[in-house]
Each structure stands twice: as structure tokens, then as C-alpha cells.
């Protein structure tokens, strides 16, 4: 694994986590507020709001396949 493929797959990390932390607060914005107009949510999906939520999910799920090809590529690699 080169420099540059280390500075990608670090970029790719800080992006993840970013967009994690963005979807995190706007999730935790439209909890807060209060509307008419929908529906009642189920109490369980109120309970468990980030694993209910597909964008954490797939932002979860990526952010563990860079951290295991991170790893991948180190242990590979001839330091």
C-alpha cells in the first residue's frame, strides 16, 4: 500500500465519519421537531432511531470496510 493509497483510504474515514456526524444531527433536528402532518412513529423506531435509520446504517456499514481494508493493506504490506 502506497502513501497515496494510505492518504485515499484515510480521506474516504474522514469522510465517512463526517457524513456520519452530519446525518446525526440532521436525524436528531427533525426528532426535536414536532408536525402535524405525520404520522405516529412506532416506539420502538423512537427507541432505536440510528439502527432504524438506513443512512446510518450504510454509513456504519462502510466505515467498518474501510477500517478492515485499512487493515488489510497494512498487515500486506512489506513495511
Known sequence: MGSF???LAVLALIIVVGAMGYTYRIGR???TQTSTHD???S???QEHYVL???VFVALLVATIL???YIAYAALRWQW
Open 43 to 45: 416506539e420502538k423506531v
Open 39 to 41: 404520522s405516529s412513529i
Open 5 to 7: 493509497d494510505f492518504i
Open 52 to 54: 432504524k435509520n438506513p
Open 29 to 31: 433536528q427533525s426528532n
Open 66 to 68: 474501510i477500517l478492515l
